[in-house]
């Protein structure tokens, strides 16, 4: 039986979209958007990135490159496909530019028809900017620092809902960090397939400024921001999540 931090593939559609889940977090963060898209007749895939389903030791060991490899590695194994998207959260969202900043098609894919960028790590707030900016630059010592509560604005029940991510986090994962938001802007230019931007006006992790910056940064001809009013940062877990779901969806379908 499958355990909540596992990977995902559903549905079995012409069309397929990668999604990629938060630093600390698992496929299972992104499940109501993999049900969604599969729902309308989509193929959706979760990779478990490296160093998560496990203990924050795991991701001490992880760099900010191994996540890159591994999405890529993902994003192949959509040959095939159609057409193909992009949905990514935080990090995820960081490495789904990364994706989107490159031509795949002498791998044999698409070009990307639409992605979607959830919370996107750009401008970190309260905590994140101390650990990214602060301690992310001190000599970086073998130490695991606590995470505090997820960030969601649902209350406990839907806390509960949250997947089995890290409460703690390795000290030097500040610095990779910053540098994966520092590196990712200077890609932004580069990508052009249409972008949908969503963030929680409650997010005390990502600051929405960052998803607004991002969007004057992208070079897609469409782009569009969306700011869910009662949401924090993972924003397929709050309580906005079949609006989340749905603007998905929507735009997805609605690209050309």
Do not use: N
Request: hydrophobic share 45%.
């Amino acid at each position: 039986m499958a355990g909540p931090a596992d990977p995902f593939a559903l549905g079995d559609g012409p069309d397929a979209c990668l999604l990629l889940h938060g630093l600390t977090g698992s496929p299972a963060e992104m499940r109501p958007v993999g049900d969604a898209l599969a729902a309308a007749g989509f193929r959706a895939v979760a990779p478990l990135l490296p160093g998560h389903g496990t203990t924050p030791e795991d991701l001490y060991k992880t760099t900010r490159a191994d996540l890159a490899v591994a999405a890529q590695t993902a994003l192949l194994s959509l040959a095939g496909a159609r057409r193909i998207f992009l949905c990514g959260l935080s990090v995820g969202g960081l490495l789904s530019i990364g994706l989107a900043a490159r031509s795949w098609v002498r791998e044999g894919l698409p070009d990307f028809s639409a992605i979607a960028l959830l919370a996107p790590a750009i401008d970190f707030a309260g905590t994140t900017w101390l650990f990214a900016h602060v301690i992310g630059r001190l000599p970086a010592l073998p130490l695991i620092l606590g995470k505090g509560a997820r960030d969601v604005s649902g209350g406990p029940d839907e806390r509960e809902k949250v997947d089995p991510s890290y409460t703690a986090i390795p000290m030097r994962w500040g610095a990779e960090l910053r540098l994966l938001s520092e590196e990712t802007q200077k890609l932004a230019p580069r990508v052009h397939a249409p972008a949908l931007l969503l963030h929680g006006a409650l997010d005390r992790t990502i600051a929405a400024s960052g998803s607004r910056r991002l969007a004057r940064m992208l070079g897609s001809s469409q782009v569009e921001v969306r700011v869910l009013p009662r949401s924090g940062h993972v924003l397929p877990l709050d309580v906005e999540s079949a609006e989340v779901c749905r603007d998905i969806v929507s735009f997805f379908q609605g690209v050309g």
